[in-house]
């Protein structure tokens, strides 16, 4: 798995979302962004007795052209993708041409209104998330009221790709695949470009429900010892001002919290871990986080076969 982010594909559905996404991206140079693939799929209608119907797809391609350009004035290269077809199924397209063009990113957007099938709103992102082999950059939108009569609604971006490595948090269980995610962090912070790292974990409720409190006492001397190993693995400068994190309760609620009051700009964790359920990560943790959290969370995936 790459872990320094040269090139990006994209996902727009050229909604008011795509046009915030796109401004975003020139931030993304700090984590060493250099190209973007520009990608948008657009489902055709299809009738038994006719077959596809035919789609003017100009608007798309103008579209993505002036796309194009707004990221080569910001001083990326970029090239556009037009998809359609009554088969084209947005997730496996996007997933599709991210391995065809050799990128090591996918970046896509979250609560987007779309103009095709609802392409950004929910499904679309949760399966590239959930089946992604390459880590997913997720932008996170909400719909707001605008004005006080509540009748008119614009996405909004509460926390922007500008210094989103300024406080990265990493969450892990010491699962391979938050090894993983770990691995990006510390690839990223020898780049030189990481602000302050924070690294939590979230002892469940078998840890609340320990009752020798001997057993606890070790569970938690082991846990602290395992983040503290981690954090000297850090570049000297941000060792010093990186802090670890243990908390009691549900996953996702105390990642999110913490999100909430410290401060943090990123949030990286692997999409698959360890737990006492079934892929842990994947169906709880990670999917709390993406859901509810307003900063961009950095999805690392674990390792599969292609």
């Given at each position: 798995?790459?872990?320094?982010?040269?090139?990006?594909?994209?996902?727009?559905?050229?909604?008011?979302?795509?046009?915030?996404?796109?401004?975003?991206?020139?931030?993304?140079?700090?984590?060493?962004?250099?190209?973007?693939?520009?990608?948008?799929?657009?489902?055709?209608?299809?009738?038994?007795?006719?077959?596809?119907?035919?789609?003017?797809?100009?608007?798309?391609?103008?579209?993505?052209?002036?796309?194009?350009?707004?990221?080569?004035?910001?001083?990326l290269a970029a090239e556009i993708e037009i998809i359609s077809g009554s088969y084209a199924f947005p997730p496996t397209e996007i997933m599709k041409t991210a391995d065809e063009k050799n990128a090591d990113l996918i970046i896509i957007g979250n609560r987007g209104h779309s103009m095709v099938q609802e392409m950004l709103l929910g499904s679309t992102a949760t399966e590239v998330l959930q089946r992604s082999h390459l880590p997913v950059l997720l932008l996170n939108m909400d719909m707001e009221y605008v004005d006080e009569d509540e009748k008119e609604r614009h996405l909004v971006v509460h926390h922007s790709f500008e210094n989103v490595l300024s406080h990265v948090l990493h969450a892990t269980d010491f699962s391979d695949t938050a090894d993983r995610a770990f691995k990006v962090v510390q690839d990223l912070d020898a780049k030189g470009n990481v602000g302050k790292v924070s690294l939590i974990h979230v002892q469940g409720?078998?840890?609340?429900?320990?009752?020798?409190?001997?057993?606890?006492?070790?569970?938690?001397?082991?846990?602290?010892?395992?983040?503290?190993?981690?954090?000297?693995?850090?570049?000297?400068?941000?060792?010093?001002?990186?802090?670890?994190?243990?908390?009691?309760?549900?996953?996702?609620?105390?990642?999110?919290?913490?999100?909430?009051?410290?401060?943090?700009?990123?949030?990286?964790?692997?999409?698959?871990?360890?737990?006492?359920?079934?892929?842990f990560f994947l169906g709880g943790v990670s999917t709390q986080v993406t859901r509810f959290s307003k900063i961009p969370v950095l999805l690392i995936p674990a390792e599969r076969e292609q």
């Open positions: 798995m790459k872990t320094l982010f040269t090139h990006a594909v994209v996902a727009l559905d050229h909604s008011q979302a795509s046009d915030i996404i796109l401004d975003q991206l020139p931030y993304l140079k700090e984590l060493g962004l250099k190209k973007v693939t520009l990608i948008t799929v657009v489902s055709v209608a299809y009738t038994d007795d006719e077959g596809e119907v035919e789609t003017d797809l100009t608007p798309y391609e103008d579209k993505l052209e002036n796309y194009k350009k707004r990221m080569e004035n910001a001083g409720h078998h840890a609340l429900a320990l009752s020798d409190p001997i057993s606890h006492d070790e569970l938690m001397k082991m846990n602290e010892e395992n983040l503290e190993e981690m954090r000297n693995t850090l570049s000297d400068s941000t060792r010093e001002d990186s802090e670890i994190i243990i908390t009691f309760g549900t996953p996702g609620k105390e990642i999110i919290q913490t999100i909430e009051e410290r401060g943090i700009t990123l949030a990286v964790l692997g999409s698959q871990g360890k737990g006492f359920v079934h892929e």
